[in-house]
């Protein structure tokens, strides 16, 4: 229910953000972040193998609980859920600010990279999202999901592993690119910055769970809507951070642009939200009710739904690459920088 899809998002996301501001911070002083980043890759895959067992144990030990609604069931529900899935999303949260410190090997190329990564773990989250939600689950089942994530997760382990630099290639590397931009920015501008940065993070989830209202009162109540909500969400914020990576050097005037153009393009959707379920009625009807007549109406309604969200969504994902792009300035704190944005906007 809505109540149980809040404290599992806050938990999962809480997780991410503290992975994100602690590893950022750490990732400085770690000699090798490559061989870290496979670590933390091993962590999440194990906890995913022992979580079925895990869960079983949870759910005996947490039997006796009231979980009576709303705030009992939502404070528990939030410490059960911090107890299961805490320790891997902090492991998430730790991927993208080391990979961004190992992969930066100069400053200006540093920006590129971040936007890189944050696009392409965006768009691997949003075949995860698709994948789980209309594959894997339904022909696996919750368990089988899980070792199979797992499996994904034990490999990228030993790859990363086994073709991490020696500590020495690592140190030469940073101690002979470092570099400076000569843009200079106040603390109260990098403030400024990461209230953006915590508004932008605000407004996404926000808004993905008012149109996963939305979609489900136009579509019907289903896991059908939160998966193809989740999936159109991400696929167009990793489609913005993308093309992010594709610009050389970014100012502030470009993210006070984009931030006046998510504003601009929400309001535009605003009119229309009345029409929905008038339109998805209509959708229906052309086709059949049968399992290719439903597979066709889903493909139909999610590529709907990313016309009308694409370009909102986009810009926001836009913005978190801009913001470490505009601040970055010392290539041996890249990773911090990243994980410092991240945290704030998860």
Same mark, same amino acid.
């Given at each position: 229910d809505a109540t149980a899809t809040a404290v599992v998002l806050a938990a999962f996301l809480g997780g991410l953000s503290l992975g994100y501001g602690s590893f950022g911070h750490l990732s400085a002083r770690i000699k090798r972040p490559w061989f870290a980043y496979a670590v933390v890759e091993a962590g999440i895959g194990l906890w995913g193998l022992a979580f079925?067992?895990?869960?079983?144990?949870?759910?005996?030990a947490s039997a006796s609980l009231s979980l009576a609604a709303p705030w009992l069931l939502a404070a528990q529900g939030f410490l059960l859920a911090v107890v299961l899935i805490g320790p891997p999303t902090i492991c998430m949260g730790a991927t993208v600010p080391l990979l961004t410190q190992a992969l930066s090997l100069d400053l200006?190329? $540093? /920006?590129?990279v971040h936007a890189r990564l944050y696009g392409i773990n965006t768009a691997g989250a949003f075949l995860g999202a698709v994948l789980a939600g209309y594959c894997t689950i339904p022909a696996l089942g919750l368990p089988g999901t899980l070792m199979l994530c797992a499996a994904f997760n034990l490999a990228a382990a030993c790859w990363f592993a086994c073709t991490a630099p020696p500590v020495s290639q690592a140190r030469a590397t940073v101690s002979t690119n470092v570099t400076s931009l000569p843009q200079s920015s106040s603390r109260s501008l990098v403030a400024v910055f990461m209230v953006i940065a915590l508004l932008n993070g605000f407004q996404t989830i926000a808004l993905e769970n008012v149109l996963i209202r939305f979609v489900a009162l136009s579509m019907g109540g289903s896991a059908y809507a939160f998966t193809m909500v989740?999936?159109?969400?991400?696929?167009?914020?990793? $489609? /913005?951070?993308?093309?992010?990576?594709?610009?050389?050097?970014?100012?502030?005037?470009?993210?006070w642009i984009n931030q006046a153009l998510i504003a601009f393009s929400l309001l535009l959707i605003f009119p229309s939200l009345d029409t929905w379920p008038y339109w998805t009625h209509r959708l229906r009807l052309l086709f059949d009710p049968d399992m290719i007549g439903f597979w066709g109406y889903q493909v139909a309604a999610f590529g709907a739904l990313l016309l009308v969200i694409a370009i909102p969504a986009a810009l926001l994902g836009a913005a978190v690459p801009l913001i470490f792009i505009c601040l970055r300035r010392d290539l041996g704190t890249v990773g911090h920088l990243s994980g410092r944005i991240l945290c704030v906007n998860t």
């Open positions: 079925p067992a895990l869960f079983a144990f949870v759910q005996s200006a190329s $540093a /920006g590129r989740v999936s159109v969400f991400v696929l167009a914020i990793a $489609a /913005g951070a993308l093309f992010v990576a594709r610009l050389s050097n970014q100012t502030a005037k470009t993210l």
